[in-house]
């Protein structure tokens, strides 16, 4: 252990402007969904220069979720999900009653690779969940070709993906059905616990507003609001509780306006750890093609076969020198839940299973200095010496 303070894996940045507004809505006496949740919606619809106006929700996991029921996914249906990535993404389709399709990457993106998707499609598959991994978009291309052959549903799972860009498009702004961004306190921007998704329509839109609050229609309350009192509403459907606070849109107005100076300092950090490490027995991160953003959420490093030494070990050895590590993903088919529901095999998923026995995640995030940099960047090489 060396006299160093510890450097976390993560620690999110909130500046004077986030406590002013959080402190305003406190005294403002309207804490739950109200002004401060209406202003972060417009504010996100114009960052993306979308037709509709996004959904905020208390997390992705409520984002996909919603988004899901909305495209009328239940029993019966298929869902395609690739295994390296957060229960989250396959757990909402196991809500609504339907089933999870586990897929592999493709070994040098870590994204869900379209080439097996085409093999895990059968006449029950309804939709795509693509996971932009670490903040790489996905081959959206080739992903949203195979949804138009099959007559699937495609929604992006983007829990890592703002700032990203496929083909110069942010993501979140291509034609998929929804995509979802999450602000839990770890990712690039964050509300605390927090969500968006992005609807493709307005029937979505609506669909997904009606059921983030117990399914009251307030469209119908207003229409009647000339002759019903003030007090009354009607529930006409079985919706969830899945609304944002004013006091985290109060947190994400300010966070989304940092996005570029967040999105920036990640690059920069990003490109640092590319140029260090090109000489080490690691697997870096595959960039994107012709000039799009990568939005840095995670920084994954893979230690090469030659390198002989656990990744578990690499992660201690890196604790003791006082820098804070992760592992990105514990494959879905490896836990419990999903291993046993489905019956599934680490065999069956060759490039996921390498990835994650050699996978380590970096610290990466707005609120390292040069010199924490520096000593990540040290430790790695001392580490691995
Ligand atoms: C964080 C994360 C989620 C869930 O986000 P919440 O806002 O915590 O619900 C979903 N998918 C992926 C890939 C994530 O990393």
Redesign the pocket.
């Known amino acids: 252990m060396t006299d160093k303070k510890f450097l976390p894996f993560s620690i999110p940045y909130i500046g004077d402007e986030e406590i002013s507004e959080v402190i305003d809505t406190l005294r403002s006496g309207w804490l739950t969904t109200g002004p401060k949740v209406k202003q972060f919606e417009n504010d996100f619809q114009r960052y993306l220069s979308t037709k509709i106006t996004p959904v905020a929700v208390n ?4 984002g ?1 979720h919603l988004a899901l029921e909305a495209l009328n996914i239940g029993p019966g249906d298929e869902v395609i999900v690739p295994t390296y ?2 229960t ?2 396959a757990g909402v389709v196991r809500y609504l009653g339907a089933e999870v399709v586990l897929v592999d990457i493709d070994p040098k993106t870590l994204n869900i690779d379209p080439t097996v998707i085409e093999g895990a499609i059968t006449p029950r598959t309804r939709a795509l969940i693509p ?1 932009h991994f670490a903040g790489l978009a996905c081959d959206m291309e080739a992903i949203m070709e195979l949804a138009g052959q099959h007559g699937l549903k495609v929604i992006e ?1 983007a ?2 993906a703002l700032p990203s860009t496929r083909n110069k498009k942010l993501i979140g702004t291509l034609k998929t059905d929804a995509t979802v961004f ?3 306190a770890n ?1 690039t921007m964050t509300t605390g ?3 968006m998704i992005i609807p493709n329509n307005a029937k979505i839109a609506q669909r997904c507003r009606l059921m983030r609050l117990h399914g009251i229609n307030r469209d119908v309350f207003s229409r009647y609001v000339s002759d019903k009192p003030e007090w009354y509403y009607d529930v006409v459907e079985l919706g969830y509780k899945y609304n944002m606070t004013d006091i985290a849109a109060a947190i994400g107005i300010h966070q989304l306006r940092r996005i570029k100076a967040f999105h920036e300092r990640r690059e920069v950090i990003a490109n640092r750890y590319l140029k260090a490490f090109s000489d080490l027995p690691l697997i870096l991160p595959a960039l994107p093609t012709n000039g799009d953003k990568h939005a840095w959420h995670l920084y994954v490093i893979q230690l090469k076969d030659k390198v002989k030494m656990s990744r578990d070990t690499f992660i201690e050895k890196m604790k003791q020198e006082g820098i804070g590590c992760s592992v990105h993903f514990i494959p879905l088919h490896l836990h419990p839940y999903w291993r046993n529901r489905y019956g599934l095999n680490k065999e069956d998923y060759p490039f996921a299973q390498a990835a994650f026995q050699r996978a380590v995640s970096l610290p990466l995030y707005y609120r390292m200095s040069d010199c924490d940099v520096d000593r990540v960047i040290d430790t790695v090489y001392k580490v691995m010496a």
């Open positions: 997390s992705a996991t409520a996909l990535t957060f989250a993404t996971v799972d829990a890592h999450s602000f839990y990712k616990e927090g969500g």
